[in-house]
């Protein structure tokens, strides 16, 4: 299995998710324009994407999905509260789908599970193939004791370092915003973070990536700290996933 991440933090989420022919897209939060030259980027093109699984509706998670569906007839996987909150009923290749059962695109074996969000009915997945299993979590306020069940045991784990909050606290945001982001809805903190990742299971972890970094309330380093200070040392596999330049191609090893 392989994975690379087209862009991550608040101005834009993508992520292909692959394993021999098949290929799923996580999100899609650009244009169809800027998908198409993100996908090239790592030797990709709309045509080779399968589905695209859907975490939630807000807009830096699912503003290209409806026109990059219609464009290229790309088949589109989400809860109902999703497809609803999202506008994506009027598209002709709209998979349904629940928030715990298991479901298949092409050779890969996709798990939703749902997450504390602001979102109408929001999910996030595990995406699996031949015993190899890739987690992907951002977007969640808390962590419940489902999410460490399902993202025990991962070969690779896609996780929201968001914000450090004592840079929350001192930063520019507005009281309510800072609120919202800090809340059991809002979004993971570097220290939430560590915490689930000291309670997984990682005795198969290759890969772990760092997502959906705060620009004004987070930084690189803050985030790294806090997951090192679990995994003992800085593995040559914790890497960070920019906005701009995503995280290229990440091979899982059998």
Not at 19 to 46: H, I, M, N, W, Y
Not at 69 to 87: D, E, H, Q
Request: glycine share 10%; proline share 4%.
């Amino acid at each position: 299995m392989q994975f690379a991440i087209l862009g991550s933090g608040s101005k834009g989420n993508a992520t292909v998710v692959c394993s021999g022919q098949s290929r799923v897209l996580v999100d899609c939060g650009f244009s169809v324009k800027e998908t198409e030259a993100r996908l090239a980027r790592v030797g990709l093109t709309p045509a080779d994407i399968d589905g695209v699984l859907v975490t939630h509706e807000h807009s830096d998670h699912a503003s290209g999905v409806v026109r990059l569906s219609r464009r290229f007839g790309l088949a589109v996987y989400a809860t109902y509260g999703t497809a609803s909150a999202a506008g994506l009923g009027e598209l002709a290749h709209l998979h349904l789908i629940s928030p715990h059962q298991r479901f298949d695109v092409g050779d890969l074996e996709v798990q939703p599970y749902p997450v504390p969000h602001d979102a109408r009915e929001p999910v996030q997945f595990v995406v699996a193939h031949g015993g190899q299993r890739i987690g992907i979590l951002s977007d969640a306020g808390a962590v419940t004791a489902h999410m460490q069940d399902v993202l025990s045991g991962c070969d690779a784990l896609l996780l929201e370092c968001n914000h450090c909050p004592e840079m929350l606290a001192n930063g520019p945001y507005p009281a309510a915003l800072k609120n919202r982001v800090a809340s059991r809805l809002g979004h993971l903190s570097n220290e939430q973070s560590a915490a689930l990742l000291g309670q997984l299971d990682r005795s198969r972890l290759q890969h772990l990536a760092v997502t959906h970094l705060s620009e004004k309330n987070n930084c690189p380093d803050r985030a790294t700290q806090a997951l090192v200070g679990v995994l003992g040392e800085h593995p040559q596999w914790l890497a960070v996933a920019g906005q701009d330049d995503g995280l290229g191609w990440r091979q899982l090893e059998l």
